[in-house]
């Protein structure tokens, strides 16, 4: 990703679902222009989901997703299955491929993806393989799911044909609130003065700031905010130079305690972490799962769950800082386990709580997927910045994002 690319994580997904040799690699390439994905006559060429960034017209940032077949079999068969899986569970709109009369497991994937509410386009594939160019099958599936599919016919010259016509698709079928959360959720109107405190600790990475900071103050310029940054040792500073206090301060959680003792009475506090709270997850479930935690027992098994996979350094948040706070907090005889990436386990019986990064590498779609297994097997889950504030006492008194 390059310095001016929209972050993966704020793109509409869209997968590409079906069999093995349905036609999702030829199709992604066709909807993209590219020769994105690897395209083969032997089944299970796709192994590893193909992810490909392009703005789409009238779209705007979206990745595609192309993956294994969903009746992929053997051992390695199955691992590429689960892949899809997590894949699906990423995807804000679904192109499911229809190869054939046998369309069951078809069917089950259309059935998953409108549980969830997320749009489904059904294709009718290699349509130029039919004498009746897929009229007939179209028939069967518009019977079998409700919903009229779009024929695909990629050779003789006709891609670009139905690449428009699934573009089309994805228009007419947009989530209209797709775009109705804000990042600052409300926090910052237009005209204020919003001080951002930023340690640039070894944890940062040399010469740029972390995305969730870069996020935060496009956010607030695109709101016609008026933005300052400053270290946590100059806040006071800059407190000093202002001629009224600022409206909002947003800070790094790991400073909350400091921020929160220096900051002017008039002032708003909130936190980048806090922020994603809102932007990527549920606030409210993160807020009351925080809250449990003084209730949890004493040989508590706690899950801490990071997005991003980069190599632990000293004082790492999620690996040190964190669990040294909850041992801090709740004693020595709790345990604290560690996933990341895309590790995430589906049983989470052993877990007494789960405290989850920000997300800023995750699309929305996937950190509330995560959520809603949390909630679904009955355990309380949290993330960074709001358990920071409840072990800083301050849980109750921040401003939270969305409550304005």
């Avoid at 392009?54 to 992929?72: I, N, Y």
């Avoid at 068969?77 to 995807?91: F, L, N, S």
Wanted: proline share 6%.
């Amino acid at each position: 990703m390059g310095l001016q690319d929209t972050p993966r994580g704020n793109r509409l997904h869209i997968g590409l679902f079906g069999r093995r040799n349905a036609g999702k690699s030829s199709l992604v390439n066709a909807l993209t222009g590219q020769e994105a994905a690897l395209v083969s006559p032997v089944a299970g060429t796709t192994a590893d989901p193909v992810y490909k960034a392009m703005e789409l017209p009238g779209v705007g940032p979206v990745v595609f997703m192309d993956t294994a077949g969903f009746d992929d079999d053997g051992a390695i068969g199955t691992a590429r299955v689960e892949k899809t899986r997590q894949a699906a569970e990423k995807a804000d709109m679904a192109l499911l491929l229809f190869a054939g009369e046998e369309m069951a497991e078809e069917l089950r994937w259309a059935d998953w993806f409108k549980a969830r509410r997320v749009p489904v386009i059904p294709l009718v594939s290699r349509c130029d393989d039919r004498a009746d160019d897929g009229a007939a099958l179209a028939a069967q599936v518009k019977a079998a799911c409700g919903l009229t599919p779009i024929c695909v016919s990629l050779r003789n010259g006709r891609g670009e044909e139905a690449a428009a016509a699934v573009r089309g698709a994805i228009l007419r079928a947009l989530p209209p609130d797709r775009d109705a959360v804000r990042l600052t959720g409300g926090l910052a109107r237009p005209g204020d003065t919003v001080l951002l405190v930023m340690p640039q600790d070894m944890a940062a990475p040399k010469g740029r700031l972390i995305l969730p900071q870069v996020q935060t103050i496009r956010d607030l310029l695109d709101g016609s905010c008026v933005v300052l940054s400053v270290t946590a040792d100059r806040m006071p500073a800059a407190l000093a130079a202002l001629k009224a206090p600022p409206d909002l301060i947003i800070t790094d959680s790991q400073v909350f305690p400091e921020v929160w003792r220096q900051k002017p009475a008039e002032s708003r506090l909130t936190s980048f972490s806090v922020l994603f709270a809102h932007y990527k997850g549920d606030i409210d479930y993160y807020v009351a799962s925080a809250h449990t935690l003084d209730a949890l027992p004493r040989d508590a098994c706690i899950l801490i769950a990071e997005a991003c996979t980069h190599a632990p350094v000293e004082e790492d948040i999620g690996r040190v800082k964190l669990p040294r706070a909850l041992k801090k907090r709740l004693g020595e005889g709790i345990r604290v386990e560690m996933v990341s990436g895309m590790d995430f386990p589906e049983d989470l019986s052993p877990y007494d709580l789960i405290v989850h990064c920000g997300g800023c590498m995750f699309n929305r779609r996937y950190v509330l997927s995560r959520i809603a297994a949390a909630r679904a097997q009955g355990k309380p889950m949290t993330n960074y910045g709001v358990l920071l504030a409840k072990l800083a006492g301050i849980l109750d008194k921040i401003a939270l994002p969305g409550k304005y």
